[in-house]
């Protein structure tokens, strides 16, 4: 079984703390669309013919386009691959995207999983990170999202806003329970240098919120989660029974992956890959016939030290016995360093793994870096 991503690089504005790969500009959308179905035909063999049980859409913000275009790549998909008949396929929209006759549109062309870029339920806080919705958005979205029967329904959420204290993130959390959805993904902010808020951290009228301020809003995310009847399966995401993101999992469990358009990566087990991160070199790269994609074959150490950082981030841990592949003299000095972290209590052995502590989630990419070979 494998997945698909399809990533869709369109926009309506620009959030301030985002630094994917999109545009504003969407006069290239009919474009895009004929590309990444020439695309899919290109690279069909990539899955050497496994069943698709997962297509994401992502971006961008996919639900921003026409529907018609989103159609015509799931039909291409269709007449490519062999799709499991109870595939998980999940569109990225926000909320001043949805409206009735979307929904309908996207049901009928089997979309059955929505995640809604939410980030805060604060106006004032929107208008600081330049989100295009209100709050009153978010909550009309989800209840067109519901009448239509859609039950498999994910929102994100950002925590360590600078300025903000642990009630403001008490509340958002709240606003969210309320609404009774089976998933939430929620990420700490980071500010990275090639954005809006870059640039004002440069100059000095932003500053990032102390760590030790993070961690109690983290550390509240993980206690109201369990609370409130949710597990966290990775550090950034937390599931009532039933509604894991299959789509993600596949990528912190190993499982293989084709990515469609633009920035978008890919990996077969044997080697991982990315796509030319500009639209018009993408677009002009598919008609010419020219090459728009990177291929590099993965090393024993690369095989290696992706598993220890994806699964070490997730509820199924690490197991040692998976890379009996590492020479012995390897495997020992990752024994004696996981033993050490599990006598510092940041490492937990269940009896099949090892999984982190929710101290340990705090220093999940120190510790995975440690363990590198």
């Not at 049980?53 to 062999?82: M, Q, R, V």
């Not at 040692?320 to 020479?327: G, H, K």
């Amino acid at each position: 079984m494998a997945g698909i991503y399809i990533h869709i690089p369109y926009c309506k504005v620009k959030c301030h703390y985002c630094d994917f790969h999109f545009s504003t500009q969407t006069d290239s959308v009919s474009e895009m669309i004929r590309a990444i179905c020439s695309e899919i035909e290109i690279r069909k063999s990539y899955l050497q013919s496994q069943k698709i049980e997962t297509i994401y859409f992502g971006g961008g913000t996919p639900g921003f386009i026409p529907e018609k275009f989103l159609k015509e790549i799931l039909d291409k998909i269709y007449n490519s691959f062999a799709v499991d008949a109870d595939a998980e396929i999940t569109v990225e929209c926000n909320p001043d995207d949805i409206t009735e006759d979307r929904v309908k549109a996207f049901a009928e062309m089997g979309v059955n999983r929505f995640s809604l870029g939410v980030q805060s339920f604060d106006n004032d806080v929107l208008k600081f990170m330049n989100r295009a919705h209100d709050a009153d958005q978010i909550y009309h979205a989800v209840e067109i999202a519901k009448k239509a029967d859609f039950q498999n329904i994910t929102l994100d959420l950002i925590y360590g806003i600078p300025e903000k204290d642990l009630n403001y993130w008490k509340r958002q959390l709240n606003e969210f329970y309320n609404l009774e959805l089976p998933h939430l993904s929620s990420y700490s902010l980071t500010i990275e240098p090639k954005t809006f808020f870059g640039a004002q951290q440069k100059t000095g009228k932003l500053f990032s919120k102390a760590d030790e301020l993070v961690l109690k809003e983290f550390q509240f995310l993980m206690d109201s989660s369990r609370d409130n009847g949710f597990e966290q399966y990775e550090i950034s995401n937390f599931a009532k029974p039933g509604y894991i993101s299959r789509h993600n999992s596949s990528y912190w469990l190993g499982k293989h992956y084709l990515g469609i358009g633009p920035s978008a990566h890919s990996y077969n087990g044997s080697d991982r890959g990315w796509n030319v991160s500009n639209n018009a070199v993408y677009i002009r790269s598919i008609k010419e016939h020219s090459e728009f994609h990177t291929r590099e074959k993965l090393t024993t150490e690369n095989k290696c030290n992706d598993y220890l950082l994806t699964r070490l981030r997730t509820k199924w841990g690490i197991d040692l016995d998976d890379l009996n592949f590492i020479e012995e003299k390897r495997q020992n000095i990752l024994k004696r360093k996981t033993e050490n972290y599990c006598r510092e209590g940041l490492l937990i052995n269940s009896g099949t793994a090892l999984v982190l502590s929710d101290i340990g989630k705090y220093q999940a990419d120190g510790i995975a870096a440690d363990l590198f070979i």
